[in-house]
RNA sequence: GCGCGAUUAGCUCAGUGGUAGAGCAAUGCCUUGACAUGGCAGAGGUCACAAGUUCAAAUCUUGUAUUGCGCACCA
């Protein structure tokens, strides 16, 4: 069937289109088009970047989406416009670098090969060792990791692929060691016994940023502690955590509460274990809160364990990492699981009389963003850094260094960065970057336990930080944790390039990613930026929409309403996918799904497709438009009306307002060029004259051949396609690397000439849409022979008759300047003059009268509306005169119809 | 609690002070020679509400309501 497209659409051919054409397929059918374009381009290297290009440099570093990852909606928003700008540029003439890549994600990687592991061999990492266990991950990730790229492929993305990066590349890992060395040395990095967020799905530590707040319905356990000096006397408190009781070393009232003044020092019993602890008062305890004593469980509540900090007390964890209960002296609730714990330890001090109430209560529970499960506060060992490079990273953005699109996103970048707490970025995981601290073996147990850890224990000589172990002969024990995924991500658009591509594309120009990530990814690059490149490593972020279903919800696995691309793309096309999405998507607001809006993009690459055949079928070849001066006013218009676009175009490319360029293009070709232009040249395929039917070819040529330009970045494929098969190339030239020719095409005219022409051209349809209308208030659509007579109102009515009749679909439309219309006659004052449609008797006069009155009605309102605004002196003082010109031409309009509709009403009673 | 958005046709959304728009859906007509993934025409809106500024407000100001998101707190 490709092969018929192509015969089809072959210039020099014309024969043997015409005896084929009846076979056509009238439907473009992107998936074959699509996929040879692209092997073309990918065979020609045209989406390859020489760094000693003399070109200007343009660049663009991919979001590395997650090795393990498949593609999503929000990856093709994303990506799309990310191919529209590196299109563009490189239709400027710029040496475009699109640099792609995968991030290792080291929870979700490692999550998911330790399941594949444990389902197939029966056996976890642990057991398999660290070394024999990265391999797996290693083969995995050969086998599975490229399924992204490929799907990135098939939605025409125009990266540089022989430039694919990954964060755990050798070289590229050498550098995260590097500045994890470095960052050391400058005294921002440290290790400490911390209260961190663990997750005890994944048993690591993670950062601030990667855990998700949700509501949740609780429940408030009342339960009440006997007076240690006043047996029979209680003191009540309130927790939502009963299953960390035995972790409880005192209680805590308000120092200003007056309820509770006189309990302070003295003691009360912990139910179990048994254990004598005391009240103490802190200024962190809420009076009007449940009931207003807390419970102090240093181990795993951070706020209990700053009061525990502030007033020394002992530590007691009785949770195990995984979450569950550690706690030999309560055998009843050691090593369940702490959900279950909860239970049993409202009923344990049910059953000892210990518990008062229990309240349903709605709190934020902190959850892990990769397990999705709840959050432990814990206390263990973990690197931290110190932020680099903040003040120089904040003033960027500030200082418009760094401009943010939109631009509200700056509040939420500053407020983040005026709040920064230092990032924990060692994860107990195995997958990832090492952390290059180097202990010597003999102390390695010890140092390991250190209670904090920086630049100052590397003078005992125990202690190396460095890439490479020393070579001093004596062995060294690594440091086993590994770093967060996003302490290499953030070195994304420098570490991916060596020294000669950074001189040429380093800083970036565009950065297109969702605002989700600006804390976990934006923040940190521009300061990583600043700190190890010297400078910005990006001029502009663009942050794109947020897809949500029709429901408002966002995308996700869990609810299943997640759009498939790939089925998308099979319905739609790739171009048709990428058109229908950045039509509604990039407003800076978030966005509802809708698959209506995806076939508006499937059918307007249909339209395309079949306006170029349609100029196929008018004769083969290109034809060039070397003379202007016999142009009827559609051609100027057209001509003119493209030009314009381009302008358009520009500003809204400019101004990153994608929705706009898409608006644009398809408002152009649709409206102006299919529904007007198109139809009105109908007339000049069916005369005769065969010098007016070339130029009409040649003005078809030169739009068409610079359109296809303008809308290559966003359909790509097509675009391509239409412009190889019409001939608008030289052989082997393609349009994704031609640059753009933006001389305007309507030239050798005078700007009276070119005005003349649009206001002909805008009558001509306007009057052909009143001729229309009219035809259809009296039922007469389906009539081919409707005539009209006009009053010619200028000398080149005479002219455009012929097209207008086209346009109007009426049989004949005659110029008689003295016509002496029938009493009753439909008219319409119209900018070609006077124009009636003779009617012959055929309507029906009850429902001609009734029409009317209703007509008469609604302008009367109108006449009314306009004319009290304009005998408003106010308007006209101080109102644009323009406007007011507006106005008075409006009510004249309404005037002159309303006066027409009366007599025709007057002549019917 | 603090901050940032949103509220326009049945639906999805454009619209930065001057005649309220598009696509889809729904209605009527049209298989005419590029396209039914199409064409033509009509209908459909108190622009969330209230007050203010202005000759003029969907648009600017203030407040209210509803709703989404982020941050903080949460025993």
């Known amino acids: 069937m490709t092969r018929l497209i192509a015969g089809w659409l072959y210039k020099g051919k014309t024969s043997r289109y015409e005896a084929t054409m009846s076979e056509l397929p009238k439907a473009y059918e992107p998936q074959a088009v699509e996929k040879q374009w692209y092997e073309a381009w990918t065979a020609n290297k045209c989406f390859q970047a020489d760094e000693n290009s003399s070109k200007e440099g343009y660049s663009i570093v991919i979001p590395p989406p997650n090795v393990t990852g498949i593609l999503h909606i929000g990856h093709v928003l994303n990506n799309s416009i990310q191919d529209i700008l590196a299109r563009r540029a490189r239709q400027q003439g710029k040496e475009v670098l699109w640099l792609p890549g995968t991030d290792h994600a080291g929870i979700a990687t490692q999550t998911k090969v330790e399941k594949k592991v444990r389902d197939e061999e029966g056996t976890t990492r642990r057991e398999l060792g660290r070394e024999e266990f990265l391999k797996r991950v290693w083969d995995w990730k050969d086998e599975h990791g490229g399924i992204i790229i490929q799907q990135l492929k098939r939605?025409?993305?125009?990266?540089?692929?022989?430039?694919?990066?990954?964060?755990?590349?050798?070289?590229?890992?050498?550098?995260?060691?590097?500045?994890?060395?470095?960052?050391?040395?400058?005294?921002?990095?440290?290790?400490?016994?911390?209260?961190?967020n663990w997750c005890p799905k994944s048993l690591t530590a993670l950062?601030?940023?990667?855990?998700?707040?949700?509501?949740?319905?609780?429940?408030?356990?009342?339960?009440?502690?006997?007076?240690?000096?006043?047996?029979?006397?209680?003191?009540?408190?309130?927790?939502?955590?009963?299953?960390?009781?035995?972790?409880?070393?005192?209680?805590?009232?308000?120092?200003?509460?007056?309820?509770?003044?006189?309990?302070?020092?003295r003691k009360v019993r912990r139910p179990f274990p048994a254990a004598e602890i005391?009240?103490?008062?802190?200024?962190?305890?809420?009076?009007?809160?449940?009931?207003?004593?807390?419970?102090?469980?240093?181990?795993?509540?951070?706020?209990?364990?700053?009061?525990?900090?502030?007033?020394?007390?002992?530590?007691?964890?009785?949770?195990?990492?995984?979450?569950?209960?550690?706690?030999?002296?309560?055998?009843?609730?050691?090593?369940?699981?702490?959900?279950?714990?909860?239970?049993?330890?409202?009923?344990?001090?049910?059953?000892?009389?210990?518990?008062?109430?229990?309240?349903?209560?709605?709190?934020?529970?902190?959850?892990?963003?990769?397990?999705?499960?709840?959050?432990?506060?814990?206390?263990?060992?973990?690197?931290?850094?110190?932020?680099?490079?903040?003040?120089?990273?904040?003033?960027?953005?500030?200082?418009?260094?760094?401009?943010?699109?939109?631009?509200?996103?700056?509040?939420?970048?500053?407020?983040?960065?005026?709040?920064l707490q230092d990032w924990c970025i060692s994860r107990q995981l195995w997958w990832g970057h090492q952390i290059p601290v180097w202990y010597r073996k003999e102390k390695s147990f010890e140092l390991r336990e250190k209670e904090s850890l920086d630049m100052n224990d590397l003078k005992s000589g125990d202690i190396y930080v460095g890439v490479e172990p020393p070579t001093d002969g004596s062995e060294w024990e690594r440091d086993e944790d590994v770093m967060d995924t996003w302490f290499s991500s953030w070195l994304w658009p420098f570490a991916t390039m060596d020294e000669s591509t950074k001189k040429k594309f380093y800083p970036t120009?565009?950065?297109?990613?969702?605002?989700?990530?600006?804390?976990?990814?934006?923040?940190?690059?521009?300061?990583?930026?600043?700190?190890?490149?010297?400078?910005?490593?990006?001029?502009?972020?663009?942050?794109?929409?947020?897809?949500?279903?029709d429901k408002g919800r966002k995308m996700s696995k869990q609810l299943g309403n997640s759009p498939d691309p790939l089925d998308l793309m099979d319905k739609f096309g790739a171009d048709g996918l990428r058109f229908g999405l950045m039509r509604i998507a990039p407003t800076g607001t978030d966005i509802k799904f809708d698959e209506d809006t995806i076939s508006e993009g499937r059918n307007f690459a249909n339209k395309l497709y079949n306006a170029c055949r349609f100029r196929q079928i008018q004769g083969a070849g290109v034809i060039a438009l070397d003379?202007?001066?016999?142009?009827?006013?559609?051609?100027?218009?057209?001509?003119?009306?493209?030009?314009?676009?381009d302008v358009n175009l520009d500003a809204a490319y400019d101004n990153y307002r994608f929705n706009d360029v898409t608006g644009q293009l398809y408002e152009f070709f649709w409206t102006e060029y299919c529904d007007k232009f198109l139809e009105a040249i109908k007339f000049d395929f069916r005369s005769d004259d065969e010098s007016a039917k070339a130029r009409t070819l040649a003005v078809i040529d030169t739009v068409l051949a610079r359109y296809l330009a303008h809308l290559h970045p966003l359909m790509p494929h097509i675009t391509e396609e239409l412009s190889a098969k019409m001939g608008y190339l030289p052989a082997?030239?393609?349009?994704?690397?031609?640059?753009?020719?933006?001389?305007?095409?309507?030239?050798?005219?005078?700007?009276?000439?070119?005005?003349?022409?649009?206001?002909?051209?805008?009558?001509?349809?306007?009057?052909?849409?009143?001729?229309?209308?009219?035809?259809?208030?009296?039922?007469?659509?389906?009539?081919?022979?409707?005539?009209?007579?006009?009053?010619?109102?200028?000398?080149?009515?005479?002219?455009?008759?012929?097209?207008?009749?086209?346009?109007?679909?009426?049989?004949?439309?005659?110029?008689?300047?003295?016509?002496?219309?029938?009493?009753?006659?439909?008219?319409?004052?119209?900018?070609?003059?006077?124009?009636?449609?003779?009617?012959?008797?055929?309507?029906?006069?009850?429902?001609?009268?009734?029409?009317?009155?209703?007509?008469?009605?609604?302008?009367?309102?109108?006449?009314?509306?306009?004319?009290?605004?304009?005998?408003?002196?106010?308007?006209?003082?101080?109102?644009?005169?323009?406007?007011?010109?507006?106005?008075?031409a409006r009510l004249a309009e309404w005037e002159g119809k309303l006066e027409q509709l009366r007599s025709m009403r007057g002549a019917l009673a």
């Open 155 to 196: 939605l025409g993305c125009s990266c540089d692929w022989d430039r694919e990066r990954f964060t755990m590349d050798d070289d590229y890992s050498a550098q995260v060691s590097k500045v994890f060395v470095d960052l050391f040395n400058e005294g921002l990095i440290y290790r400490g016994k911390r209260m961190v």
């Open 207 to 265: 950062s601030d940023e990667e855990v998700i707040m949700k509501p949740k319905v609780s429940k408030l356990y009342f339960m009440k502690y006997e007076l240690v000096d006043a047996p029979g006397e209680f003191l009540e408190i309130s927790t939502t955590r009963p299953e960390t009781l035995m972790g409880d070393i005192a209680v805590a009232v308000n120092p200003d509460d007056e309820r509770f003044k006189k309990f302070v020092g």
């Open 278 to 419: 005391e009240i103490i008062a802190d200024d962190h305890v809420d009076v009007e809160f449940g009931t207003g004593c807390l419970k102090i469980t240093p181990a795993h509540d951070k706020a209990d364990f700053e009061i525990g900090e502030r007033h020394n007390l002992e530590i007691i964890d009785v949770l195990h990492a995984d979450g569950t209960i550690n706690c030999p002296e309560v055998p009843e609730l050691d090593g369940l699981d702490r959900f279950q714990a909860r239970r049993k330890a409202a009923a344990m001090l049910e059953e000892m009389g210990l518990l008062i109430k229990v309240e349903e209560y709605e709190n934020n529970v902190g959850f892990s963003e990769r397990a999705d499960v709840v959050i432990e506060p814990r206390i263990s060992m973990q690197w931290f850094l110190k932020y680099p490079a903040v003040k120089e990273a904040t003033d960027a953005v500030n200082n418009g260094d760094i401009t943010f699109r939109p631009k509200r996103w700056e509040s939420t970048y500053n407020n983040w960065m005026g709040n």
């Open 509 to 549: 120009a565009d950065l297109v990613t969702g605002p989700d990530i600006i804390f976990f990814w934006v923040a940190r690059m521009i300061m990583a930026g600043y700190r190890f490149a010297d400078q910005l490593p990006f001029k502009n972020v663009f942050f794109t929409s947020i897809v949500r279903d």
């Open 627 to 645: 003379s202007f001066d016999k142009l009827d006013s559609h051609h100027i218009d057209i001509l003119a009306k493209l030009d314009k676009l």
């Open 732 to 888: 082997g030239q393609f349009l994704m690397t031609s640059t753009t020719d933006k001389t305007p095409v309507l030239t050798g005219l005078s700007a009276e000439k070119v005005e003349e022409g649009q206001q002909i051209a805008a009558s001509l349809y306007e009057t052909a849409g009143r001729l229309r209308n009219l035809k259809s208030e009296y039922n007469l659509a389906s009539s081919k022979d409707v005539k009209f007579v006009v009053k010619p109102i200028a000398d080149w009515v005479g002219g455009e008759c012929d097209t207008l009749a086209t346009l109007a679909g009426a049989k004949e439309i005659q110029l008689q300047a003295d016509y002496d219309p029938p009493q009753g006659t439909p008219a319409a004052v119209t900018t070609f003059g006077e124009v009636y449609m003779p009617l012959d008797g055929l309507i029906d006069m009850d429902a001609e009268k009734s029409r009317l009155d209703k007509e008469i009605a609604k302008i009367t309102k109108e006449v009314e509306k306009a004319g009290k605004k304009l005998s408003n002196p106010n308007f006209i003082e101080r109102a644009k005169p323009e406007v007011v010109d507006v106005e008075r």
